[in-house]
C-alpha cells in the first residue's frame, strides 16, 4: 500500500472522567520529524508518544498537540495548614502585647491569611493517565494513517496513468527512430545523385556517412533504460510500502535519459515527444515527493 505524507488524524481517549485528545497533521519531509506540543501535566510523557508514533510513520514533518482535561469534580482537596495558623497567631497576639492593643484575632479572620487554607490538585494515578494518553495516541495516529493510505491510492493511480503515457512516448521514439535514418538515407542519395548527375553513385560512401549520422542520433540505449525505469517505478507503486526515496532516484535517472534523448532529436516530432516526456517526469518527481 502506497502512503501519502501528509495526512491528518484525531482521537478522544475518556476514563474515569479523564479526556486527553490527540490530533496530528503531516506535510512531506525527507526525514521523520516529529514536534509535539503537550500540555506540562504531561510533559514527561512526550518521548513515549514518540516512540508509538514511530510505529506508524517513517517520514514527514508530523506536528503532534496533546490536550487534558480532568472531568472530576473531585479533582483539588482543601488543605489546612496549622503550622501556619499557629504562627500567625503567636505573632498577632505578641503584636497585641508589644503595642498595647485590643487582642480582636478570631477564627475567620486567622483564616484569611495567606497559606492557612489552599486548594491542591489531586493528583492522576501515573499509570492510568499513560494508558489512557497511549489510546489517545495510537487512536490518532490510526486515522492518520488512513489518511495517508487514501491519498496516497489516489497519488498511486494517477501516477500509473502518467506512466502509461510515457510508455507510449518511449514506444513512438522507438518505432519512429529507424523511420528518421531511412528518411535520412534516401535524402542523402537523392542530393548526391542530384550534384553527380548521370554520374554513378558510391553506396557504400553514402552508407558510410548514414551510419555516422545513425550513431549521432542513435538513442537506443536511452529509451531502453527510460523504459526500465518507467516499468521499476510502475513495479515499485504496485508493491508499496515505504518507497519514496527509491522512487526519488528512479526519477532523477528518467529525467537524465529523457535529457539525452532530447539533445540528440533531430526530427520535430521526437524532439516534441522527448519534451512531453520531460514534462511528464517533472510531474511524476512532484508527485513522488509526497509518497512516503
Known sequence: ?????????????????????????????????????IPKKLSHFEAAIRTVLKEYIQRGKVDVFVSYEDLSQRNCALSYNEAAAGAYLQYLRQMADTFQIQDDITVSVLARFPDVFSMQEQEADEEELEGVLEAAVRGAAEQFVQSR???????????????????????FIEEHSP?????????????????????????????????????????DEETVRLRSHIEAVQKELLTGGSVGRKLDFIAQEMNREANTILSKASDLAVSDTGIELKTSIEKVREQIQNIE
Do not use: P
Open 1 to 37: 500500500m502506497i502512503k501519502s505524507m501528509t495526512g491528518f488524524g484525531r482521537f478522544e481517549a475518556v476514563k474515569d472522567k479523564m479526556k486527553i485528545a490527540v490530533e496530528m497533521k503531516a506535510v512531506n519531509h525527507r526525514y521523520l520529524d516529529i514536534s509535539v506540543k
Open 179 to 219: 523511420q528518421i535514418i531511412a528518411q535520412y538515407h534516401e535524402k542523402l542519395k537523392a542530393k548526391v545523385k542530384e550534384l553527380l548527375g548521370d554520374k554513378q553513385l558510391d553506396d557504400n560512401r553514402i552508407a558510410a556517412e548514414v551510419t555516422i549520422y545513425a550513431d549521432k542520433i542513435c538513442v
Open 149 to 171: 493510505m487514501k491519498e496516497g491510492e489516489n497519488l498511486k493511480n494517477d501516477l500509473l496513468l502518467k506512466l502509461d503515457e510515457m510508455l507510449a512516448g518511449v514506444t
